[in-house]
């Protein structure tokens, strides 16, 4: 692929940005959607040569669908802004995709070390992946590091704007009979100065899971 547009979701991420956009590979462009962000996010992530788009909408889902609608590339690949993930390894996801092997790639996180993925969080993932696997969808994780056709994606409709975002793509995914290849990526520590929004805290993964509940509805 010559050129692959990047939707980073980005809400208070100044810390975390530099690195993120310099490890992207080359021909991969950054397209950060500030969701209200009060620390200087935008104005780094366009410093560091990203597209910035603004989505006053609060919620993951919001972030990520204004992206992918901004994105102007045949493949889109979607990533966490916080440095938890190696844009390094978005070749390998976007391999299948292009190779006509996999309608949607995504990352299955390994933590490189002890506490990266606290407790509640691994916990309330193996059982919405249950769930998954139960509806046909052989993956362990709800990907938030994944490559997919653009077109495909809009065509999916997918309808959440909070939290539940990444539980609907997959189950959609899984309904439409999507060919569905799923790789190790690295989990690291995220940038000193960020927190996760979901599984920094047991009320984020509550508020997630609660998110996720109602896509289940």
Do not use: F, I, K
């Given at each position: 692929m010559d050129h692959v547009d990047v939707v980073l979701p980005c809400l208070d991420e100044a810390a975390a940005l530099p690195g993120v956009l310099a490890a992207l590979p080359a021909g991969y462009r950054a397209i950060v959607v500030d969701n209200g962000s009060t620390d200087g996010s935008p104005e780094i992530a366009a410093a560091h040569g990203a597209t910035v788009v603004h989505e006053p909408r609060r919620g993951y889902g919001a972030a990520v669908h204004t992206g992918l609608e901004r994105a102007g590339t045949e493949i889109v690949c979607f990533l966490d802004a916080d440095g938890s993930l190696d844009p390094g390894e978005l070749p390998e996801l976007v391999a299948p995709v292009a190779g006509g092997l996999a309608r949607l790639a995504v990352g299955r996180r390994v933590p490189v070390g002890r506490g990266v993925w606290p407790w509640h969080a691994r916990a309330g993932n193996l059982v919405l992946a249950t769930i998954l696997r139960?509806?046909?969808?052989?993956?362990?994780?709800i990907a938030p590091m994944r490559a997919a056709?653009?077109?495909?994606?809009l065509e999916l409709g997918v309808r959440d704007r909070a939290f539940g975002y990444?539980?609907?793509l997959l189950?959609?995914?899984?309904?439409?009979?999507?060919?569905v290849v799923e790789l190790d990526v690295a989990y690291r520590p995220r940038t000193a100065g960020t927190r996760s929004k979901v599984s920094g805290s047991v009320r984020g993964t509550l508020r997630a899971?609660?998110?996720?509940?109602g896509v289940l509805r």
């Open positions: 139960r509806r046909g969808l052989h993956v362990s994780d056709r653009r077109v495909d994606l990444p539980l609907e189950l959609r995914a899984a309904a439409a009979r999507w060919p899971v609660r998110d996720m509940a």
